[in-house]
């Protein structure tokens, strides 16, 4: 059973280590800002969870699971939020490619705002 835990703690080593290694190049590779912020984000969140796995499996203690759990949860939680705050200031301050995004839902709210800033 502890040789199963053990490649099974490896595995999700080794996986994690990879998403991680995905959003590494992605933040690289990726041309625009909210490529980008999806490279850094997704994979990064998954990669966290393998690796808090696999360090559950290997220390094999009850009472860090929970700690665990609040860890990935808390990344869980801020990752979307702050990477949705980025996203918008880098649209409201022109940091971003028009010509990649397929619909701009959001051209005509930063347009109203900012003619009713001037309007003031």
């Given at each position: 059973m502890n040789a199963f835990l053990d490649v099974l703690s490896?595995?999700?080593l080794l996986l994690g280590a990879s998403m991680s290694l995905a959003a590494a190049i992605?933040?690289?590779r990726f041309p625009d800002l909210m490529s980008r912020?999806?490279?850094a984000t997704k994979p990064q969140v998954l990669?966290?969870?393998l690796m808090l796995?696999?360090?559950g499996l290997q220390?094999?203690?009850w009472s860090l699971v929970p700690i665990l759990l609040i860890a990935w949860l808390f990344q869980l939680l801020t990752v979307p939020v702050s990477a949705h705050m980025v996203g918008r200031a880098g649209y409201?301050?022109?940091h971003r490619?028009?010509?990649l995004l397929s619909v701009d839902e959001l051209d005509q709210v930063v347009a109203a705002v900012i003619e009713d800033d001037t309007k003031n």
């Open positions: 490896a595995i999700c992605g933040l690289l912020m999806h490279a990669g966290l969870l796995t696999a360090m220390l094999r203690v409201r301050t022109k490619r028009p010509e």
